[in-house]
């Protein structure tokens, strides 16, 4: 009998194997890709999630639970598909321009994605043509900005600016270590979150999703 429960805790141990032996044994037994994915993959990264909000576990430990999760996601994706199973929303992600950091920004990918968002992550250094191309390309409901240098925080107003010009109607989050509320609320920032947990949980927010 397929056990998620099982799954969910060999992904919060980052156990890529059993993750996805698990996942391969929970589909053969009939379970549906939904099910593995919400009881098992996004229960398991939640905790994860509420883990790294406590400073329970640290980077290390998110990195390899991510990885974890996507060697499941790997296995379920075709099943997913195929069941017609979307994903709640999609996320346009980067890291401003003139900035290389991209660690935060990639927790935070790793995160939006454990908590059933379609992440596209345009990497480091964007400009805000192409978060403004991507937000159209991909359609997405949700921007999402990182910086990391006080001195690269200025092209977050920028990008919010030019996709209001642009007519692109998304909302958007900013987030990176000298970022605060106070500056999300001055630029206009539909939200801010200080952490990668906390950024799945303000994503929902903003989507509107439980
Ligand atoms: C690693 C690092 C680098 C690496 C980056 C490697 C990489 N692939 O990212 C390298 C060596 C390339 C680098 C380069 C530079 N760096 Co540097 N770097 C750091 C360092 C040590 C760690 C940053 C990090 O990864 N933290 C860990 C992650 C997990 O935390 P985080 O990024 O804050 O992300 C979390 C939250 O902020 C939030 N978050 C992040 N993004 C987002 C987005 C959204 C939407 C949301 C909601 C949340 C969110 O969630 C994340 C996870 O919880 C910091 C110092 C520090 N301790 O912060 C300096 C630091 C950021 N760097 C600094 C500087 C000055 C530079 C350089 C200019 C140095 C130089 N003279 O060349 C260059 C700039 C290069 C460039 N153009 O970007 C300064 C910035 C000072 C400032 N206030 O502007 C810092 C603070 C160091 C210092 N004390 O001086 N750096």
Not at 27 to 35: H, I, N, S
Not at 44 to 70: D, S
Not at 185 to 197: K, L, R, S, V
């Amino acid at each position: 009998m397929a056990d998620l429960q099982a799954l969910a805790d060999a992904l919060i141990k980052g156990d890529r194997n059993t993750v996805v032996d698990l996942t391969k044994k929970a589909l053969a037994e009939g379970v549906g890709p939904k099910d593995i994915l919400e009881q098992g993959l996004i229960a398991g990264m939640n905790v994860i999630g509420r883990r790294f909000k406590a400073n329970e576990v640290y980077v290390p430990e998110v990195l390899i639970a991510a990885r974890a999760m996507h060697g499941g996601m790997d296995v379920l994706k075709p099943e997913l598909i195929k069941a017609g199973v979307q994903p709640v929303a999609t996320v346009v992600l980067g890291t401003v321009k003139g900035d290389l950091h991209d660690i935060g920004k990639n927790l935070v990918g790793m995160m939006l994605t454990g908590g059933g968002l379609k992440v596209v992550d345009i990497g480091t250094d964007a400009s805000a043509q192409k978060f403004i191309d991507a937000c159209k390309e991909q359609k997405a409901e949700l921007c999402a900005m990182s910086a990391l240098l006080t001195t690269t925080m200025p092209q977050m107003p920028a990008v919010i600016k030019a996709l209001k010009e642009a007519g692109v109607a998304v909302k958007t989050m900013v987030g990176g270590a000298p970022v605060t509320q106070g500056f999300a609320d001055e630029i206009g920032a539909d939200g801010y979150a200080p952490d990668a947990a906390s950024a799945v949980d303000l994503a929902r927010s903003l989507l509107g999703v439980a």
